[in-house]
T-cell receptor
Framework: AQKVTQAQTEISVVEKEDVTLDCVYETRDTTYYLFWYKQPPSGELVFLIRRNSFDEQNEISGRYSWNFQKSTSSFNFTITASQVVDSAVYFCALTPGVDSNYQLIWGAGTKLIIKP | ETGVTQSPTHLIKTRGQQVTLRCSSQSGHNTVSWYQQALGQGPQFIFQYYREEENGRGNFPPRFSGLQFPNYSSELNVNALELDDSALYLC???????????FGPGTRLLVL
């Protein structure tokens, strides 16, 4: 089965706190891609990161960091020193591989609320 | 800004009517994918077009159909609208590698 699970429906933190959004995936493919997208209230999905299954290096981009662990099928996203502008729904997604025509399989999303 | 545009931004239709949504892909991209996102849920894949041919389809009935034009822009057509078709419709374009999809702002469809 191809599936993405984001168990946290909603997270609320106070500004400047660190927050981690969890993502667990299932796929039978050995080659696949994982993504994180941000959806602010305006509705447009904003691409944040892509990671392929052969690259388990963690990545940091400013206040954002991603931890990819194939052993636990997880691709977690951490925001350090959160800001009010980080408030949005965050989606984790999976593209199972070439045969899937790069169709994106989405998690249900985690709504992140950053309080001032 | 992704360079992906969609029109219209909002639309109100009544049950049984037909609707056409439009998408212009990012320059250099030849693949367009369409997604339906119901309120409070993740997007669901409708179909993908690559070089004017349907290149994969999700679990949507035939009354959802599409087109891609030589300039790689695309249309999503929905016939015999139902109340459950009310959703945000998202278009995404991707390049030759088809690995990363960049999304437009979406069209919010309300069916009454």
């Amino acid at each position: 089965a191809q599936k993405v699970t984001q168990a946290q429906t909603e997270i609320s933190v106070v500004e400047k706190e660190d927050v981690t959004l969890d993502c667990v995936y299932e796929t039978r493919d050995t080659t696949y891609y994982l993504f994180w997208y941000k959806q602010p209230p305006s509705g447009e999905l904003v691409f944040l990161i892509r990671r392929n299954s052969f690259d388990e290096q963690n990545e940091i981009s400013g206040r954002y960091s991603w931890n990819f662990q194939k052993s636990t099928s997880s691709f977690n996203f951490t925001i350090t020193a959160s800001q009010v502008v980080d408030s949005a729904v965050y989606f984790c997604a999976l593209t199972p591989g070439v045969d899937s025509n790069y169709q994106l399989i989405w998690g249900a999303g985690t709504k992140l609320i950053i309080k001032p | 800004e992704t360079g992906v545009t969609q029109s219209p931004t909002h639309l109100i239709k009544t049950r049984g009517q037909q609707v056409t949504l439009r998408c212009s892909s990012q320059s250099g991209h030849n693949t367009v994918s369409w997604y339906q996102q119901a309120l409070g849920q993740g997007p669901q894949f409708i179909f993908q077009y690559y070089r004017e041919e349907e290149n994969g389809r999700g679990n949507f009935p035939p009354r959802f159909s599409g087109l891609q034009f030589p300039n790689y822009s695309s249309e999503l057509n929905v016939n015999a609208l139902e109340l459950d078709d009310s959703a945000l419709y998202l278009c995404a374009s991707s390049g030759l590698t088809q690995e990363t999809q960049y999304f437009g702002p979406g069209t919010r469809l309300l069916v009454l």
